[in-house]
């Protein structure tokens, strides 16, 4: 398992009531610490989960996602203070989910089924902490103009879609490719922002603007 890393001295955050828990962010993702920081938070440790991300066979999008970031969560479960945040994007084209291409092929096919068509982004987020669980599952509609094979081609080249389910990241050069949107930006990036928050309320972790 992936050694913690510790962010106390890494940034300053408003300081927290003494009752807060601290909290552990249960993914790598750049994206998702960047989110954290523009509400004011800053969490005590970053320890990845490690799990199996395979759908299972026949299993609803929403159901997915709600599992991937429920096993996240147990799988990092700790001391009973601690607060454990986790989350799950998936891309949905009908009920078919994008995950992670392998490797710039998958990626130009993911890329080619999304040209031209609306899609849904699910992102599904959850809070451990006192042996509670809390969750909230945010579902973004988004439509993506005709894409050109010089286009996409392009867009492989800049190597942006590794590691990104469905093959693109909103928040960089494909944002030129989103013509509608009806739903949570953030939660298309990694992290619903607003829903996040009041999780975090719930438990007396408070950012700079909640």
Same mark, same amino acid.
């Given at each position: 398992?992936?050694?913690?890393q510790?962010?106390?001295g890494?940034?300053?955050? *408003?300081p927290q009531?003494?009752?807060? *828990?601290a909290?552990?962010?249960g993914?790598?993702?750049p994206?998702? $610490?960047e989110?954290?920081a523009q509400?004011?938070?800053?969490?005590?440790?970053?320890l *990845?989960?490690e799990?199996?991300?395979?759908?299972?066979r026949?299993?609803?999008?929403?159901? +997915?996602v709600?599992?991937m970031?429920?096993?996240k969560?147990a799988?990092?479960?700790?001391?009973?203070e601690?607060a454990? $945040?986790c989350a799950d994007?998936? @891309? @949905?084209?009908?009920?078919r989910?994008?995950g992670?291409p392998a490797?710039?092929?998958?990626a130009? =096919?993911f890329?080619?089924?999304?040209s031209g068509?609306r899609h849904?982004?699910?992102?599904?987020v959850?809070?451990?902490? %006192?042996?509670?669980?809390?969750?909230?599952? @945010?579902?973004?509609a988004? =439509?993506?103009?005709?894409l050109?094979?010089?286009? &996409?081609?392009a867009?492989?080249?800049?190597?942006e879609w590794?590691?990104?389910a469905?093959a +693109?990241?909103i928040? %960089?050069?494909?944002?030129a490719?989103a013509i509608w949107m009806?739903g949570? +930006?953030?939660? @298309?990036v990694g992290l *619903?922002?607003a829903?996040?928050?009041?999780?975090l309320a719930a438990i %007396? &972790?408070?950012?700079?603007t909640?």
């Amino acid at each position: 398992m992936t050694a913690p890393q510790d962010l106390r001295g890494a940034a300053q955050s *408003p300081p927290q009531s003494a009752a807060a *828990p601290a909290l552990i962010l249960g993914s790598a993702s750049p994206r998702r $610490l960047e989110l954290l920081a523009q509400i004011g938070i800053v969490p005590d440790r970053i320890l *990845p989960a490690e799990i199996d991300e395979s759908p299972h066979r026949g299993e609803n999008p929403h159901d +997915y996602v709600r599992r991937m970031a429920r096993e996240k969560a147990a799988a990092l479960a700790g001391r009973a203070e601690d607060a454990v $945040l986790c989350a799950d994007t998936a @891309v @949905v084209a009908g009920r078919r989910i994008l995950g992670k291409p392998a490797d710039a092929a998958e990626a130009r =096919r993911f890329l080619q089924l999304l040209s031209g068509r609306r899609h849904r982004v699910l992102t599904s987020v959850a809070l451990a902490h %006192g042996g509670r669980l809390r969750e909230r599952l @945010v579902d973004t509609a988004i =439509r993506f103009r005709p894409l050109a094979a010089t286009q &996409i081609e392009a867009y492989l080249a800049t190597g942006e879609w590794q590691g990104k389910a469905g093959a +693109y990241a909103i928040q %960089g050069h494909a944002s030129a490719f989103a013509i509608w949107m009806q739903g949570s +930006y953030s939660g @298309v990036v990694g992290l *619903p922002l607003a829903e996040t928050a009041a999780l975090l309320a719930a438990i %007396g &972790i408070q950012g700079k603007t909640t």
